[in-house]
């Protein structure tokens, strides 16, 4: 008598699967848009000597959930010359990088305010800078 083999599922099953990731087991609730986020207006942040700052490098930065939307008064008076993102997992301002893709996407610029959305499903804390002139080299 032979023994019974168990077949192994296709590795194009196996990889189809895993691929798949979890959004496919269970309904995804994250809506990053727009129109699903309205803008909430911020007018905490600083501004002197021509830069602006949402909030301190070490201090309490902005809560940024996936698809949160932010209107920033900046306070300089024209639109500013360049803007930088950052990010951190640690709401005061832990170790902070600079924001990449869709982590923090510019909507809108003027004179008075600077329009940020997280386009992504994940949740940081948010410092944004600008300023008019050239931007600065670095953090």
Partial sequence: MRPTRKRAPPLALLLALGAAGCETFAPNTCDPSAGGNPSVTYAGGQT????????PW??????FPGGMHYSLVHGLGIPPGWIQSYLSFDES?????QAAGNQVEVVK?????????????VGYWLLVTAGV?????GP
Avoid at 133 to 137: C, E, F, H, I, L
Wanted: aromatic content about 2%; proline content about 5%; charged content about 20%.
């Fill in 58 to 63: 070490d201090g309490q930065l902005l809560n």
């Fill in 109 to 121: 610029v003027d004179g008075e305010l600077i329009e940020v959305g997280n386009d992504s499903c």
């Fill in 133 to 137: 002139g050239s931007a600065p080299a």
């Fill in 48 to 55: 002197k000597d021509g830069v602006y700052m949402s909030s």
């Fill in 93 to 97: 301002g832990g170790p902070l990088a």
